[in-house]
């Protein structure tokens, strides 16, 4: 087993007397694609703002890249951040600046890059995310809600990362646009050797990119594998998310117990 | 550790030498990736432009070099003057970060061309921009008005609801702030006339100057200033945000209209509160001023409170009353206008509020003086 590139040990969240994760491991490796699942509340969103160290557990310890979120420096964390990007569900776009700024901001950030050579990665982290030149100029509030998600992943694309976080990456658009979405991820990850961790409930999205499958249930990981191994886990969350009448027809001939 | 910085980051680095036709050579090595370039990017920006410069076909080998990325492969390409270079050796696996760059790199869009008359429309936008919004306000006038028929045939309709609870929450609520604001007034007007007045002799004479300036003037204007920072904002943002997350527009779909659940509660709210937050700010100013009479001037409070009626006809109460109603609709009005004007982004929420403060205060005092005007001969003995 390779070396793990997220290493979540032995986690604890609790809200007041509400516990969400009791004693939660989890291991993200190097180059894969993993989908969290679960129900609604069942803290998917709050772990990954925990790997994100937006939301601090109550006991255990999450190491991303080799850094621990809890013992580590300010300046080994400051570093981590920008090795990593997250797309935001609603895509978080900075409203008062350009789409081309707000692409433009955390290489800005740097300090130490040149205006064209901001202003030619700009471009091109838009042009790869199919975003056309006359639309740079454009405000965030004038987009529609699939080209805001396209140029809030170009923004988390800015600085090279190695790690990719994404939240419901395609909820809210409609399925042709999802697919593109999936086929634009898919890609990148390809080209750019892209980790990527994603929440979401889509199941169309979890069998087109994800290599692995972690479903949160009973605070905890329930079941960890590949799409077809995690479908035939007999816990009753994943019996009905997978094997009812939506996760039959995404699954199709990927499972035979389904497809029977 | 796996993911430790220099194990797999070697500074980027390039070398100069000779092809074996004699030309240029250059050896580029370590990780051309974002975050190795990103400490020594003005270093290298200046050598790549330094090799670059008359030497069009100088041999590059990349084949040293570790790890690449787009930033990396977009630094060598700019060098190269945007295309690539004539002679060129580079992993296999590096090939793609450059197919990319293959078709033209797309340049933002230029700036709007520059026109003789900008000048011009610029010097005439404020006053445009002013004509703009007193069409709004009007046009909001006579929504209100007609929400304001639609609620006075069908009673029943009355957001009495929100009435109360936007009379609470801009009349009670601001009753500390005025308090204090209002007796401070009283004292600091009260020690000031006093120094003046004991002078000529005339002490009895500040029940009269208390009296007038404060139940006239004073009261609804200090009350209103303070309720349009206080409310007006509040009224503005609240607004604002509900027309960002689309909640107006909700309630249109739903068939409420807005108008008449949003603007009509909060402008009739304003006008019931601000008249008795006018009412409680001349109170205390008064006895702001009491009190400070008593110890400058030894006019006893006994004394002061029997000559009030005396001093100020009761016209001048209803004046300030009628005055504070006034204001409170206009105060309303405004905030709401501005609030329903604003665009969904944090900036235009920010400009949006202080806009809605600055205008209301400017309206209230120009407001003012046209009361000073017109009732120039009510009130006065």
């Not at chain 1, 529609?144 to 694309?157: D, E, Q, T, W, Y």
């Not at chain 2, 659940?261 to 009491?290: D, E, F, H, Q, Y």
């Amino acid at each position: 087993m390779s070396e793990c590139i997220i290493d979540v040990r032995n986690v604890w969240t609790q809200f007041g007397t509400h516990v969400v994760h009791r004693d939660l491991n989890l291991c993200v490796r190097a180059g894969e694609v993993m989908s969290l699942v679960g129900g609604s509340g069942s803290g998917k969103s709050t772990l990954l703002r925990e790997i994100l160290g937006l939301e601090q557990p109550a006991r255990g310890e999450i190491t991303v890249l080799g850094v621990s979120l809890q013992q580590g420096t300010p300046e080994q964390l400051q570093q981590l951040r920008n090795r990593w990007g997250m797309l935001f569900q609603e895509g978080a776009m900075f409203s008062a600046l350009t789409v081309f700024e707000n692409v433009a901001l955390p290489l800005r950030e740097l300090k130490t890059l040149d205006d064209g050579l901001i202003r030619d990665l700009v471009m091109l982290k838009l042009k790869m995310v199919d975003i056309q030149p006359r639309d740079a100029s454009k405000m965030p509030s004038s987009l529609s809600g699939g080209m805001i998600k396209r140029v809030a992943l170009a923004r988390a694309l800015s600085l090279e990362p190695e790690l990719l976080f994404l939240d419901e990456p395609t909820a809210g658009l409609d399925p042709e646009r999802s697919e593109s979405f999936c086929r634009l991820i898919a890609n990148l990850k390809r080209e750019l050797g892209l980790t990527v961790v994603m929440v979401t409930h889509d199941l169309d999205t979890i069998v087109s990119i994800s290599d692995r499958v972690a479903v949160l249930a009973d605070q905890r990981i329930v079941a960890l594998g590949s799409v077809a191994e995690v479908a035939r886990h007999a816990h009753p969350f994943i019996v009905e998310y997978f094997q009812g009448e939506r996760g039959r027809r995404a699954l199709g001939g990927l499972n035979p117990l389904a497809a029977a | 550790m796996e993911f430790s910085e220099a194990a797999d980051h070697p500074t980027p680095a390039l070398s100069i030498g000779r092809a074996p036709d004699g030309g240029p050579a250059v050896t580029v090595t370590g990780a051309w990736n974002l975050r190795a370039i990103q400490p020594v990017a003005g270093v290298l920006r200046d050598q790549l432009a330094a090799q670059a410069r008359g030497t069009r076909d100088a041999h590059w080998d990349l084949s040293g070099v570790t790890r690449m990325d787009h930033a990396g492969a977009l630094m060598l390409w700019r060098a190269w003057g945007r295309r690539r270079a004539m002679h060129l050796r580079l992993k296999a696996e590096h090939e793609n970060l450059f197919t990319h760059l293959q078709a033209d790199t797309p340049v933002p869009p230029a700036a709007v061309p520059w026109r003789w008359m900008a000048p011009m429309l610029a010097a005439t936008r404020p006053l445009m921009t002013l004509g703009a919004h007193i069409e709004d306000v009007i046009a909001l006038l006579g929504q209100v008005s007609l929400a304001l028929l639609e609620v006075l045939r069908h009673p029943s309709r009355m957001p009495w609801r929100e009435i109360s609870a936007n009379v609470y929450r801009t009349g009670a609520q601001a009753m500390g702030i005025t308090a204090l604001v209002g007796f401070l007034i009283g004292v600091v007007l009260s020690y000031l006339s006093a120094q003046q007045l004991k002078s000529f002799g005339a002490g009895i004479f500040i029940v009269n100057l208390l009296g007038i300036s404060i139940i006239r003037e004073l009261g609804p204007v200090l009350a209103a200033i303070l309720v349009a920072g206080r409310s007006g904002s509040a009224m503005t943002a609240q607004l604002g945000v509900m027309r960002v997350t689309d909640e107006i527009d909700a309630m249109s779909v739903m068939g409420i209209p807005y108008v008449l659940r949003l603007v009509l509660p909060r402008i009739v709210a304003l006008a019931i509160s601000l008249p008795l937050i006018v009412l409680w700010t001349n109170a205390i100013a008064l006895v702001g001023g009491m009190v400070s009479a008593r110890y400058e001037l030894d006019v006893s409070v006994a004394y002061f409170l029997s000559e009030l009626p005396n001093a100020v006809p009761v016209a001048n109460l209803w004046l300030g009353l009628a005055k504070g109603a006034v204001f409170g609709m206009l105060i309303a009005l405004l905030a709401c206008h501005f609030g329903l004007r604003i665009e969904p982004n944090t900036e235009s929420l920010g400009i949006g509020t202080t806009n809605s403060v600055v205008a209301a205060i400017t309206t209230v005092i120009l407001v003012d003086a046209i009361f000073a005007v017109l009732f120039s001969n009510v009130g006065v003995p």
